[in-house]
């Protein structure tokens, strides 16, 4: 045992055991989760249900509430990302080429406001909002969004921006492009990577987001983490189960989808703060 | 002769006080000119005020006689080729080549047969589906060359385009820069530190020094006739000596040579390698004990210890070198000697 352990290398075997956690931690309850959500009856000591069957999506789909979540959620995930690409792009944009004193400062400031105890946060915009009647509001639940994500949002295609060199831009412009088209030709399509993984963490974000939505927009906007709470409350397990796939669902096509965008290069000069 | 790029007192200064001043320079069509200096002097920001990537302070740029400092880069008739990151990594080659000649809206069949052209023009046919990544560090300039050539232009800005590959390729590039050179007969503006490279590719050169110009003449003449210590230094190998100039003469110990340029007092004398003359010890000349004798192919460099001076490098043919050793006393002698002001 110790020879073969000698033999592969500690970091073999470390990577053994992320693959381990990985699958007891992650994998494991997703494949229960599966098979609750397709058990039509399954009896304790059996390993397997002894029918299969869809019974308890049909269930979830036709809960109002449910469903109507699930097109918020989507709704307002869609919205986020938008309005965050016209914010943080042309400012990840400004960071990337202009230098200014604070640029830095700025930079971290965005990351402070998730280090931020986020209930605390979430509390005392609240009370902003209430002054401002955004409680109970798409927009409030919306900007209780764009916080969370704008750190990201900008961070990550600032790299993108920083990593397409001057020359690059300059080769274009004295090929007779105008600065305009410069942008849309070469310097966006360079940063798109990192613009699409930014985009993605932020829709997946926002569909995620349960305490920051939960205070600022209830009643009218529960959206499927918020909704996810009293579903487990007031629902069989199996509801659950199939309810947590549609939130996870998602997830998983998306950063599937992104996977061709997902190099390690672009992730690690996403995390660089130069 | 025609005047295609004229540079009439051209200054531009950085906030941080760097920058160059008062920079003059005609390029006759056809010809290529070299700007040559060591880094930081001002030939990037000469070459962009040109591109139209820098404004100047003060100063004129005509190319074929017309101002373009009003002129943004892409309506410039320059094209430049940077030291790298030239190309855009999302196109292809053909893609790349092909850019700028769609926004000039040039046909696809005349396009494919141009690019076809220049490819083969820098010896590159059949790379157009690659990518930049999937090209050789040489392969990358020549394609960024070749774009370039695509834009027609009436001067062709090249900043140490070759400054990042490796030696062997860098003469092969110069090779065909000179060789596209004389078969498009395009104006351009090289921009080097590497005095051999300068003297090997161009025209005529520009010997720049903190920002202003010491010397322009073609690199026979700026290798014989150096204008300043500067460029006598920057250019080519040299033994720098002190002397006193006296009665007219320029006076080194029991040696002497005329003074063409009525220096007076003190003076630093200049002598290439190849005209230092070593004799046997009777001779009158410095008296010196050879160091070091190192056989460089068809000829040696013999390096002697001459006191007070210093150690005097000389290039002896090869078959003359027999009959020296180390140590032996030489009297040294020089066939030509170029006086400077003494610094
Ligand atoms: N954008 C800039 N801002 C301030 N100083 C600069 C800038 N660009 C160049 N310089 C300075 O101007 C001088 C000339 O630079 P440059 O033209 O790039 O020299 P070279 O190309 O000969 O190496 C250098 O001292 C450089 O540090
Ligand atoms: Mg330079």
């Known amino acids: 045992m110790r020879w073969y352990l000698k033999a592969v290398g500690p970091k073999k075997v470390f990577e053994f055991l992320v693959l381990v956690v990985f699958i007891v931690f992650f994998l494991g309850p997703l494949l229960n989760l599966a098979i609750l959500a397709f058990t039509g009856n399954w009896v304790y000591p059996d390993v397997l249900p002894k029918e299969w069957s869809l019974k308890w999506w049909s269930f979830v789909l036709e809960q109002d509430e449910i469903a109507s979540s699930i097109g918020l959620s989507f709704l307002i995930a869609a919205i986020v990302t938008a309005v965050s690409i016209v914010i943080c792009i042309p400012a990840a944009y400004a960071f990337a080429r202009i230098r200014f004193p604070l640029s830095r400062f700025f930079l971290f400031s965005f990351l402070l406001t998730n280090a931020f105890p986020k209930m605390g946060l979430y509390i005392s915009i609240a009370v902003l909002f209430y002054r401002l009647d955004l409680m109970n509001t798409l927009l409030g639940v919306v900007l209780i969004h764009l916080i969370n994500v704008l750190m990201f949002m900008t961070w990550i295609p600032t790299s993108a921006f920083r990593n397409v060199h001057a020359a690059q831009e300059e080769s274009a412009r004295d090929a007779g492009a105008s600065p305009f088209r410069v942008f849309r030709s070469i310097t966006l399509p360079m940063a798109m990577p990192g613009i699409a993984v930014a985009s993605i963490f932020t829709f997946l974000n926002s569909l995620d987001e349960a305490q920051g939505t939960f205070l600022v927009g209830i009643p009218n906007y529960r959206t499927m983490p918020v909704i996810m709470y009293s579903i487990i409350s007031d629902y069989p397990a199996y509801a659950g189960a199939v309810f947590s796939i549609i939130l996870t669902a998602p997830t998983i096509i998306l950063l599937l989808a992104a996977r061709r965008f997902l190099s390690a290069d672009v992730m690690s000069s996403g995390f660089q703060l130069k | ?343």
Request: with cysteine.
């Open chain 2, 1 to 343: 002769m025609d005047i295609q790029l004229s540079i009439q007192n051209l200054t531009k200064r950085y906030k941080t006080g760097d920058g160059v001043t008062d920079i003059s320079l005609d390029v006759r069509k056809g010809e290529l000119i070299t700007l040559l200096g060591p880094s930081g002097c001002g030939k990037t920001t000469v070459l962009r005020s040109i591109g139209g990537f820098l404004e100047p302070d003060s100063g004129e740029i005509l190319i074929e006689n017309k101002s373009v400092l009003k002129t943004p880069p892409e309506k410039r008739p320059t094209a430049m080729v940077f030291q790298s990151y030239n190309l855009w990594p999302h196109m292809t080659v053909y893609d790349n080549l092909a850019f700028g000649l769609k926004i000039r809206k040039m046909k696809k069949a005349e396009m494919d047969f141009a690019i076809t052209e220049v490819l083969k023009l820098i010896r590159m046919s059949g790379s157009e589906k690659k990518h930049p990544g999937e090209l050789s560090g040489g392969q990358q300039q020549r394609i960024a060359v070749a774009r370039a050539l695509l834009l027609k232009p009436a001067v062709l800005l090249l900043d140490e385009p070759f400054s990042a590959l490796d030696a062997k390729l860098r003469h092969e590039m110069r090779e065909e820069l000179r060789e596209i050179q004389s078969k498009t007969g395009l104006t351009m503006v090289f921009v080097t530190h590497d005095q051999e490279e300068a003297l090997s590719i161009s025209d005529r050169i520009v010997v720049m020094n903190h920002g202003h110009i010491e010397q322009i003449a073609s690199p026979q003449e700026i290798y014989d006739e150096p204008k300043s210590l500067f460029a006598a230094q920057f250019i080519g190998k040299m033994n720098f000596l002190k002397g006193v100039v006296s009665a007219d003469q320029v006076i080194i110990q029991n040696l002497a040579f005329p003074n063409p340029k009525r220096l007076t007092g003190e003076v630093s004398i200049a002598i290439r390698p190849e005209n230092v003359i070593l004799q046997d010890g009777e001779e009158t000349g410095l008296s010196g004990s050879v160091k070091q004798i190192m056989i460089l192919g068809h000829y040696a460099e013999v390096s002697v210890d001459v006191q007070p001076f210093g150690i005097i490098r000389s290039f002896q043919p090869r078959d003359q070198v027999k009959h020296l050793h180390s140590g032996q006393k030489v009297k040294v002698n020089f066939s030509k000697a170029l006086a400077f002001p003494a610094v």
